[in-house]
């Protein structure tokens, strides 16, 4: 009588251990997940070998049909591209890929990058890319003929990368011939689908 009732305590004891075991297993798996999906994407190769597969939407330009016009980085980093403006008319533009200050957050990789249209201007943005997609679709313009000194990631968290710029431009009224010679140091992040300065934030 005593062995059975010793023996059937030690198999509900089992039991329990056993449902304890798959309990902790689950959560250690969601946790993961939790982690891999709510803070970090995890890129298919290293930074350097993913830039030249990015797809850029160049800013401020469409063709002919109202469509955003897109480009692919590639090794060169740099090079022409053209779109149709109608008619049987292209425009021609060039752009260059920054590798050099590319940086990698938790779901975006930051990066410079210059557009000319055509005329005398060049123009520089800081480009936000998705990780998931590695398509670079929001972009803030930091000027014309600007100099980048350094992009680095200031703060890294599952919903605010923060990318902090430091550059230089020309002060108002200075002749564009001049040299950049202001310093501009400025925080961007995602902000609800938006690449933003961060002191405007907490504004929109």
Known sequence: MIIQVFHQRFQNFSKAYKYLLILFAVSIIFGCNQTQSGEFVKLDA??????????????????VKGDTIEITVGNSYSGKAEYSIGNGETKEFQYHFYKQHAVEGNKYIFAIVSYNWGG???????????????????????????????????KLSATSDIASLNYMVRDSGTSMIEKPDKLIEQDFTIHQGKLLDVKFVDKK
């Not at 030249?52 to 063709?63: C, E």
């Not at 060049?122 to 003929?145: H, N, P, Q, V």
């Open 46 to 63: 290293p930074l350097k070998d993913v830039l030249p597969k990015i797809t850029l939407v160049v800013p401020d330009q469409t063709d």
């Open 120 to 154: 005398s201007g060049t123009f520089y943005y800081l480009s936000a890319i998705e990780k998931t997609t590695l398509k670079g679709d929001k972009e803030i313009l930091l000027g014309d003929r600007v100099k980048i000194n350094n992009l680095a990631l200031k």
